[in-house]
C-alpha cells in the first residue's frame, strides 16, 4: 500500500512539473484590447426633404382684341336660276316638279328595271316648289318672302382684366446643411424646390360690334304661303268617295286615297338683294378663357433659427425660374334678328420660360431626430408675358401677369 501511495506521489509530481514546463513555453496570456479612451462616432444627417403644397395667389389677367363672326350660310350671287341657295331662316333650292314620261301613243313609260314610272323634270318656268322660311316677319307687305344671312365685326378696343382664382399646388424641396454661422447659433442650408400651380381665368361680357345683313327676297306671284315654319314641296292625302260620299276601296279592302301637290311657287332666283349694317354693344357676346399650369423652380439660401430643441424658424431667399403653358381660347357669339345663334371659337396654345425670385418664411417642428412637419407664409414674383391667338378673321390677346404672388405653404420634413 506504501508502495503504491509513494507511487501515485510521483506521478501527481511528475505531471505537475511537466505542465509548469508547459506553461513556461507559452509565456503570458492575451490581454483584451481596451477600447475606452476612442471617441464616441455618432452620424448626423446633412439632407432635408420636404413636400407638402404651395397655395398662392392667382394670376392676374386682362383680356383684349377683335374679330369676325362670319356668315355660316352661302347664298351664292345674286343672278343665276335654279341655284342651291342657303339662308339662316330659310333655304331656295333648286326646283324639283317633274312630269310623267309618255311613248309617242301616250302611254306611260316604265323603268324596265325598277317597275317605277319615269319622271321627268318640267320645262323651267322662273319658279320652284323646294324652299323654306321660319318666321311670319319675313313675309313683306308687297307679297314677297325675305331670306337673309347675317355676319358680325367686333370692334370693341376695351381691355377686361379679371384675377384668376387662388391655387393649391405641389411643392417639393431638397435642403443640404452647409454649415453653422454667427458661432453656431443659426444654420444655414442650401435649398432647391419646384412647385406647380394652376392658372384659370375666363371672362364673359356684350362687346361692340357691327352687325350685317344680307337679304335676298322672293316673289310670291300674290299667294299666300302656309303658316311657319314650312317647308315645300308639300302634298296632302284625302280619301276617294263615290257619288253618295262613301270611300272607295282598294282590291285589297283599303281605302282608296288620293295625293294632291300643295306646294306654293316662289321664283327661283332672287328679285333683289340688299345689305345692311348696325352698331352695337348688345347683339355680340365674347367669352375669354385661359386655362393652364406653371412650373417654379427655386434655388437660393435658407436660415435656420432655434427657438427650442425641436421648434425652428426659417427664412429663405434667392432665384426663381418659371415655365409657364396655357391655353387661351375666344368665343364670339351673335344673336341674330331671326334665327339660332352664330358663334365663332378660335384658339391657341403657348409657353413661357420667366425669370423671378422668392422668398419663403416658416415655422418648423420636429416630430423626431428624422421626421416633423412645417408650415409658413410664401412670396415670389415672376412679370408677365402676352399670349396671342390670330387667323385671318380675328386677333385676340390675353396678358398674363405673374407677378407679387403671395399665400402658404405646409407639408411633412424628413432628415437623412
Not at 125 to 153: E, H, K, M, V
Amino acid at each position: 500500500m506504501k508502495l503504491l501511495r509513494l507511487a501515485l506521489v510521483a506521478f501527481a509530481s511528475t505531471l505537475g512539473l511537466a505542465y509548469a514546463q508547459d506553461e513556461e513555453r507559452r509565456g503570458p496570456p492575451v490581454e483584451i484590447p481596451d477600447f475606452s479612451n476612442l471617441d464616441e462616432y455618432i452620424y448626423e444627417p446633412k439632407s432635408t426633404v420636404t413636400f407638402g403644397f404651395r397655395y398662392v395667389s392667382g394670376a392676374k389677367t386682362q383680356f383684349s382684341g377683335q374679330g369676325r363672326i362670319s356668315a355660316p350660310e352661302d347664298p351664292g350671287a345674286l343672278l343665276g336660276a335654279n341655284l342651291s341657295r342657303n339662308y339662316h331662316n330659310g333655304t331656295v333650292q333648286p326646283d324639283s316638279r317633274a312630269v310623267g314620261r309618255t311613248d309617242s301613243a301616250g302611254n306611260p313609260v316604265i323603268d324596265p328595271e325598277s317597275g317605277a314610272r319615269v319622271f321627268d323634270p318640267i320645262a323651267p318656268d322662273g319658279r320652284t316648289n323646294t324652299w323654306s322660311y321660319i318666321d311670319s316677319s319675313q313675309l313683306t307687305a308687297n307679297g314677297y318672302l325675305a331670306l337673309s344671312t347675317y355676319s358680325a365685326d367686333v370692334i370693341d378696343t376695351s381691355v377686361r382684366e379679371k384675377d384668376s382664382a387662388s391655387s393649391a399646388g405641389m411643392d417639393i424641396a431638397m435642403h443640404r446643411d452647409m454649415g453653422k454661422l454667427f458661432g453656431g447659433r443659426v444654420a444655414w442650408n442650401l435649398t432647391a424646390g419646384l412647385s406647380l400651380n394652376d392658372i384659370a381665368s375666363n371672362t364673359e361680357d356684350r362687346v361692340r360690334a357691327t352687325m350685317r345683313t344680307l337679304t335676298d327676297f322672293y316673289s310670291l306671284f300674290g299667294q299666300t304661303p302656309p303658316a311657319p315654319p314650312y317647308s315645300s314641296p308639300s302634298t296632302s292625302t284625302e280619301n276617294v268617295l263615290d257619288a253618295s260620299g262613301n270611300p272607295l276601296l282598294n282590291d285589297d279592302g283599303s281605302i282608296r286615297t288620293l295625293t294632291s301637290d300643295t306646294s306654293v311657287l316662289i321664283g327661283n332666283q332672287p328679285a333683289g338683294r340688299t345689305e345692311t349694317a348696325l352698331t352695337n354693344d348688345t347683339s355680340v357676346t365674347n367669352r375669354w378663357k385661359l386655362k393652364g399650369a406653371y412650373y417654379t423652380m427655386r434655388v437660393g439660401p435658407t436660415l435656420l433659427f432655434a427657438i427650442t430643441n425641436r421648434l425652428k424658424a426659417s427664412v429663405s431667399l434667392g432665384a426663381a425660374l418659371v415655365y409657364s403653358g396655357a391655353s387661351y381660347t375666344v368665343t364670339q357669339t351673335f344673336q341674330p334678328e331671326l334665327g339660332a345663334e352664330i358663334s365663332e371659337t378660335v384658339t391657341n396654345a403657348d409657353y413661357k420660360l420667366l425669370p423671378g425670385y422668392y422668398a419663403d418664411a416658416a415655422v418648423q417642428f420636429d416630430l423626431t431626430e428624422r421626421a416633423g412637419f412645417y408650415a409658413g407664409a410664401v412670396f415670389q414674383s415672376a412679370g408677365s408675358y402676352t399670349q396671342s391667338v390670330e387667323n385671318s378673321s380675328a386677333t385676340y390677346a390675353t396678358k398674363i401677369d405673374l407677378s407679387n404672388q403671395n399665400g402658404v405653404r405646409a407639408g411633412m420634413s424628413i432628415r437623412f
